[in-house]
C-alpha cells in the first residue's frame, strides 16, 4: 500500500471517528470481499459463514471507533482482526489449532494482505491480462476467471479441449513473466494458505 | 518449451484436483530437479491462485451485506444504549425508591392523594391560543394570558389559575366541580361556557356565562365568601378594589368576539377601550383627563384592521384626534411596545 492510500486511510479514519457513516462505508466496500475470502483461506468454512464472521468484525470496528488504537494500518488491523475472529471460531468448534498460532502483527505486512484487496489485485491482473492474445485472454478468463471446464470452453469456443489446455498453459507463461516482481515474494508469504 | 507446457499444463490439473498418479510423478521429478524449478512450480501455482482468489472476491456481494451490517449495527445500538442504560439506572435507583416507597407508606396515614405537578400556559401580547387541559377542558387563551393548571386533575376539585382573557369550556363533571381562581374571587362551574377577562393591571374583572350555570364566590374580610349565581348571558363586572358588582344581560357578543379574532366595542367607555386596544394590538395607550371626564362611549367592530386604521376609524365617530409614536430599538435589539396617545379634538 503506498503512502497516498495510508494518509487517506487515516483520514477516513478520524473521520469515522467523528460518526461519518461514508467513511465506514468507504472501509468496507474497500475490504469486504477480501477479507471474506481470507477468512475462507484461514479455515475451511462456508462462504455464508465466512460472510458472517467478517460482518461482525465490522460491526465492532464501528462500535469501538474511539477506541480502537490503529498502530500499523486500517488495512492489518482489519484482517489481523479476521484471523484472530477464525481461531476463536476453531476454538469453540473444539478444534486443535496448534499449526494456526496467532501470529503477531508484526509478522504480517501489509503486502501479505494487499492480494486480498479486491480492487488492487484486479489492478494487477487487468495490467497483465492485456498482455495477452485476444484467443488466449478469452480462454483463461473463461478458465481461470469464470471457473468454466475445460471441457465447456471448448465447446463454446468450438475448439479442441487440448487447444483450451494450450492456451491456458500459454497464459500462465505469460501472466508468470509479467508478475514476476510480485510473484517470488508474494509466494513466499502467502503459500501456507494454499498447501495447507 | 513444449515440455514446459507440458508441466504447466500438469500443474493446473494439480491445483485443480485432476491429476492421476503417473502425472504426479513426473510433476515431482521435475520438482525436485532444481531449486529454481521448485521455485517456478510455486510462482505457477501462487498466479492460479490468484486467480482464484479474484474470482472469489468479484462473487461476494458487497452491497447487499452492507445493508446486513447496517441492520445489525442497528440492533446494537438499540439494545445496547438503550438497554444497558436502562438497566444501570434501575440498578441504581431500585434501592432509594424502594426505601423512598417504605417511607411514603409509614410517613402519610391519611394517603392523602399525591398532587400532580403544576404547569402553566402563556400567551405573549397580540398572541391568542388554545390548550385542552387533562379533563378534557378546553381553555382558548386571549393574548398576555397565564393560565396555571395541574398536568392532572386528581382531588376532589378541578382548579386552574387566570390571570388575563380566556374562554373555558368545561367538560361536564358534576362530581368534580371546576374552579377558575381570579385573586380574591373564584368561578365555579361543573360543566359551561363562559369568558373571563381578569387583567392584572385593569380595574374590573369580567366574566360572562355563555351557557349552562356558574357561581362567582368573593372572598370576603372575615374569610367567609359571598355567592352569586349566574345565569345564561349573565355578565359580571367585579370592582377589584372596591369589590362591587353588577350584573347585566347582554349578547356578550364584544366579550366573545376576540375568539373568532374580532375585536368589538359596544357602547365602551375609554378606559376600557384603551386597555383591550392596548392588549390587542401590542401597545400602549395613553389618553387625556379631558378624555376621561367626557363620558364618550365607543363602538365599533374590527377584524383585521391595523392599529392605524382602527384608530382612524374611531376618530371618525368621535371626536378625538392621536398620535402614534413608534417603538425604539432596545439595548437588547428588541423594540418597545408602540405608544398611542389620544386627545379629544
Given at each position: 500500500m503506498n503512502n497516498d492510500n495510508q494518509t487517506k486511510e487515516l483520514f477516513l479514519y478520524e473521520e469515522m471517528k467523528r460518526g461519518k457513516e461514508y467513511a465506514f462505508d468507504f472501509f468496507f466496500n474497500y475490504y469486504y470481499p477480501g477479507l471474506c475470502v481470507y477468512a475462507q483461506n484461514m479455515i475451511?468454512?462456508?462462504e455464508q459463514e465466512a460472510r458472517d464472521l467478517v460482518q461482525?468484525?465490522?460491526v465492532k470496528f464501528w462500535n469501538d471507533r474511539e477506541k480502537i488504537v490503529v498502530r500499523y494500518s486500517i488495512r492489518s488491523y482489519l484482517f489481523v482482526s479476521v484471523k484472530n475472529r477464525c481461531f476463536d471460531f476453531l476454538r469453540k468448534r473444539g478444534k486443535e489449532a496448534k499449526n494456526l498460532e496467532i501470529t503477531n502483527e508484526h509478522d504480517i505486512t501489509d503486502e501479505t494482505f494487499d492480494t486480498y484487496v479486491l480492487s488492487e489485485l484486479e489492478a494487477l491482473f487487468t495490467n497483465s491480462l492485456k498482455k495477452l492474445p485476444d484467443r488466449c485472454y478469452e480462454v483463461f478468463e473463461m478458465s481461470r476467471l469464470q471457473g468454466l471446464k475445460n471441457k465447456e470452453i471448448a465447446v463454446r469456443l468450438n475448439i479442441s479441449e487440448k487447444t483450451?489446455?494450450?492456451?491456458v498453459t500459454k497464459a500462465l507463461?505469460?501472466?508468470?513473466?509479467?508478475l514476476k516482481d510480485y510473484l517470488p515474494l508474494l509466494a513466499l508469504f502467502d503459500l501456507f494458505h494454499f498447501l495447507r | 518449451m513444449e515440455h514446459k507446457d507440458y508441466l504447466y499444463n500438469l500443474i493446473s490439473l494439480e491445483f485443480s484436483g485432476k491429476l492421476d498418479s503417473q502425472q504426479r510423478s513426473v510433476l515431482q521429478s521435475w520438482m525436485v530437479e532444481s531449486p529454481g524449478n521448485l521455485s517456478e512450480y510455486k510462482e505457477v501455482v501462487y498466479l492460479l491462485s490468484l486467480s482464484d482468489r479474484l474470482t472469489a472476491m468479484k462473487k461476494i456481494d458487497t452491497a447487499e451485506d452492507l445493508q446486513m451490517v447496517r441492520k445489525k449495527l442497528n440492533q446494537k445500538i438499540i439494545s445496547?444504549?438503550?438497554?444497558?442504560?436502562?438497566?444501570?439506572?434501575?440498578?441504581i435507583l431500585i434501592f432509594p425508591i424502594l426505601l423512598f416507597s417504605v417511607w411514603i407508606f409509614f410517613n402519610s396515614p391519611e394517603?392523602?392523594?399525591i398532587s400532580s405537578t403544576m404547569k402553566s400556559s402563556e400567551t405573549a401580547f397580540g398572541v391568542r391560543s388554545q390548550i385542552q387541559l387533562s379533563d378534557g377542558t378546553m381553555v382558548i387563551m386571549n393574548s398576555g394570558t397565564k393560565l396555571t393548571y395541574p398536568e392532572f386533575f386528581n382531588g376532589d376539585i378541578r382548579e386552574v389559575k387566570?390571570?388575563?382573557e380566556a374562554y373555558f369550556h368545561v367538560k361536564a363533571d358534576a362530581e368534580h366541580p371546576f374552579?377558575?381562581?381570579?385573586?380574591?374571587?373564584r368561578i365555579k362551574a361543573t360543566g359551561t361556557r363562559f369568558n373571563i377577562s381578569n387583567y392584572a393591571g385593569d380595574q374590573e374583572i369580567f366574566a360572562f356565562l355563555e351557557h349552562g350555570r356558574v357561581s362567582m364566590l368573593m372572598d370576603q374580610v372575615d374569610s367567609k365568601s359571598e355567592k352569586v349565581d349566574l345565569k345564561e348571558n349573565d355578565l359580571i363586572v367585579l370592582n377589584k378594589t372596591q369589590r362591587r358588582y353588577t350584573i347585566e344581560s347582554t349578547d356578550g357578543s364584544q366579550y366573545l368576539g376576540w375568539i373568532k379574532g374580532l375585536l368589538i366595542f359596544k357602547k365602551d367607555s375609554i378606559n376600557n377601550v384603551a386597555d383591550r386596544l392596548g392588549r390587542w394590538y401590542n401597545a400602549e395607550i395613553v389618553f387625556d383627563a379631558k378624555l376621561a371626564k367626557s363620558g364618550y362611549v365607543f363602538t365599533a367592530t374590527f377584524k383585521q384592521e391595523t392599529l392605524e386604521e382602527a384608530l382612524k376609524l374611531l376618530s371618525y365617530s368621535t371626536p378625538i384626534n392621536y398620535k402614534i409614536i413608534q417603538g425604539t430599538q432596545l439595548k437588547d435589539t428588541s423594540f418597545s411596545k408602540r405608544k398611542v396617545i389620544i386627545t379629544k379634538k
Open positions: 475451511s468454512i462456508p461482525d468484525v465490522f483450451v489446455e494450450n492456451q507463461h505469460i501472466l508468470k513473466k509479467e | 445496547n444504549r438503550w438497554f444497558f442504560t436502562f438497566q444501570r439506572v434501575a440498578a394517603r392523602k392523594s387566570l390571570s388575563g374552579y377558575v381562581e381570579l385573586g380574591g374571587c
